[in-house]
């Protein structure tokens, strides 16, 4: 009660317009707009409202507050989210003090998808509060977001086809660094769209009961472990897994488009195989190398330990 009171008395500062700053509450749901987003908040508090039901059947949580900000301006929404771009972002979560920051449809592009994205945050919230946030890779907790959320599916394969033939894949281990460190909203797209595809194939690999069991595994033990409980796979055998499932992908890709009898796609399929070899003969022989190397006994340092390990002067004194 407190906190929110005290948040309604400090929105009007916060915001740059003049407009009138205004709260409801649904449920659990603390809502903060304008006057003129009056409409939306309702719209707001009824979407969270049924897909806290709908999703929290597989999370169980209890029912603790969560505060909303329909922002309306630009610069509210960089404010408001740490310096977040409104043209890349439509929303973002900050599990960690239950709040959701969206941007009003007012702020959107036609065909923007407003319920969609308060859905997609509010899974956020409901991976960290339940613990599993910490233990599971990042394409994972964005690939369930959008999986759950109900965005882009029907498009997901044709795009991951356009990704495979345009040599534009992220390769599994660089997937998480993509996600928040791609150089260009194009590779951040690609990086999204790719975590879905992942997201759906554990699903049809695992079966809704046991997808479900293991996010739920996660709550207390890591990923590949719980993967490994639940399916007897491990994190190669699912990569091997997506590996071979891109075979359908690439073909279904050009079947779909109706392309699939023109000499450009042949082409494209052609290529993607010429690169693939091409890539796994480099692989074979990088192995080959590190092993002449490790015989001389030449250490080679895995840059994933360079890039996760802070040096001495990175840290902080605080
Ligand atoms: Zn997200």
């Known amino acids: 009660m407190v906190y929110f009171l005290f948040q309604l008395t400090l929105l009007p500062f ?9 709260f409801t509450q649904y449920g659990h749901f603390y ?24 999703f929290n059947k597989n999370f169980n949580l209890p029912l603790d507050s969560i505060y909303v900000y329909i922002i309306r301006s630009p610069e509210d929404f960089s404010k408001f989210t740490g310096g977040r771009s409104p043209f890349t972002y439509g929303g973002v979560a900050k599990p960690a003090r239950n709040q959701i920051i969206v941007k009003s449809p007012n702020l959107r592009k036609a065909g923007e998808d407003f319920a969609g994205t308060l ?11 339940s613990g599993i946030e910490s233990r599971i890779p990042l394409w994972l907790n964005e690939g369930v977001a959008m999986l759950l959320a109900n965005e882009y599916q029907w498009g997901t394969r044709l795009k991951m086809s356009f990704i495979v033939l345009s040599n534009r894949l992220i390769d599994y281990k660089d997937l998480d660094k993509e996600l928040v460190l791609s150089d260009s909203p194009d590779a951040t797209g690609t990086a999204y769209v790719q975590s879905l595809y992942l997201t759906q194939l554990l699903w049809s690999k695992l079966g809704e009961e046991k997808f479900w069991r293991l996010l ?3 709550r207390v033990k890591d990923f590949p472990t719980a993967l490994r409980d639940v399916s007897k796979m491990s994190i190669e055998d699912f990569i091997q897994e997506f590996k071979k499932s891109l075979w359908a ?6 079947l779909a488009t109706g392309s699939i009898f023109t000499p450009i796609a042949l082409l494209a399929i052609v290529a993607y ?7 796994l003969d480099k692989l074979k022989k990088w192995e080959e190398e590190e092993r002449e190397d490790e015989a001389l006994g030449i250490r080679t340092i895995p840059w994933e330990h360079i890039l996760s390990e802070p040096y001495d002067f990175e840290e902080d004194d605080e």
């Open 216 to 218: 739920n595994e996660c």
């Open 14 to 22: 916060l915001l740059s317009s003049t407009d009138e700053a205004k």
């Open 119 to 129: 859905r997609h945050e509010l899974v956020h919230i409901l991976l960290h509060r």
């Open 31 to 54: 809502i903060y707009y304008v006057y003129k987003d009056e409409a939306q908040a309702q719209i707001a508090g009824k979407v969270l409202q049924t897909a806290w039901d709908e």
């Open 249 to 254: 992908v690439v073909i279904l890709g050009a």
């Open 273 to 279: 195989f010429a690169v693939r070899h091409r890539n």
